[in-house]
């Protein structure tokens, strides 16, 4: 049976958003890790940060718009709810990373430079204090992405290469479209009724 995929737009947001978070986190190590390269890593960073956080609200109405296929029949109740569970984790945390860190620069009245003189508003007002909290909940918080990314990634690769469930393919896929069309035309072709 043709297997149903996730349509190809979100496949494509999918992809694209896992290069550039996982890009980020290794960004943020590395400008805390050089103060030579502070700077035009920063640089980097904060536009990469605000592309990603408007990504991913892009993500958020395309997949209400146009649904996820569903998990595979037989699979068990509890890997249901750790799926649905890890992917709202996920999401939560691609809105509260770059969110804090756009919030933080804001309480410590940095400017948030984008690129050249293109900057954007602060969203909280100055404070010290709030500054010093959100400038460790962004640590905390990048951390346990990068930490739910490794249970996820986990995840992935036993549905591909041990459960081999379609899930991973699902996701993997090069195809275009979803499958439903694809599904639907080999039920009508095999209906002995037809
Ligand atoms: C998905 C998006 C993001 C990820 C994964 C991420 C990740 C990180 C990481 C891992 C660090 C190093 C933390 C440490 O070692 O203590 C960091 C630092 C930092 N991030 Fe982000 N970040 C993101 C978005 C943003 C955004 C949107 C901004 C601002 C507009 C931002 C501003 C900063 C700043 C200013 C620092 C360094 C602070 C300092 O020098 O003390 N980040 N980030
Ligand atoms: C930081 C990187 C990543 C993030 C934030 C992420 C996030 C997500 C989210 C939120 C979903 C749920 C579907 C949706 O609504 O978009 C998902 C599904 C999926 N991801 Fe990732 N992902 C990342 C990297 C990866 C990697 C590296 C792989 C494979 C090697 C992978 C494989 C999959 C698969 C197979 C699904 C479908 C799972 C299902 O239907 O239950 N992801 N991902």
Redesign the pocket.
């Known amino acids: 049976m043709t297997q149903q995929r996730?349509p190809a737009f979100?496949r494509l947001?999918?992809?694209l958003?896992?290069?550039?978070?996982?890009a980020m986190?290794f960004i943020g190590i590395g400008m805390m890790s050089s103060l030579a390269d502070y700077h035009w890593l920063l640089s980097i960073h904060r536009p990469l940060g605000i592309a990603i956080l408007a990504l991913v609200a892009v993500?958020?109405i395309n997949?209400l718009v146009d649904p996820?296929?569903p998990?595979p029949d037989g699979m068990p109740g509890y890997m249901r709810l750790a799926?649905?569970a890890?992917?709202?984790l996920?999401?939560a945390?691609?809105f509260a990373v770059p969110l804090v860190g756009w919030a933080m620069l804001s309480a410590a009245r940095y400017p948030i430079i984008l690129y050249g003189t293109l900057q954007l508003p602060p969203i909280l007002p100055q404070n010290d204090m709030v500054y010093a909290a959100l400038r460790g909940a962004h640590t905390v918080l990048a951390l346990t992405?990068?930490a739910?990314?490794l249970v996820?990634?986990a995840?992935?690769?036993a549905?591909?290469f041990v459960f081999r469930d379609g899930?991973?393919?699902?996701?993997?896929s090069l195809r275009p479209g979803n499958g439903r069309r694809e599904r639907e035309v080999a039920a009508v072709a095999s209906d002995p009724a037809q």
């Not at 958003?17 to 996982?22: D, E, G, N, S, T």
Request: no cysteine; aromatic share 14%; proline share 5%.
């Open positions: 996730f979100s947001l999918h992809w958003m896992a290069v550039m978070i996982l986190l993500r958020l997949r996820p296929p998990l799926a649905h890890s992917h709202l996920l999401y945390l691609m992405l990068f739910v990314f996820h990634l995840a992935a690769l549905h591909g899930v991973f393919g699902s996701m993997a």
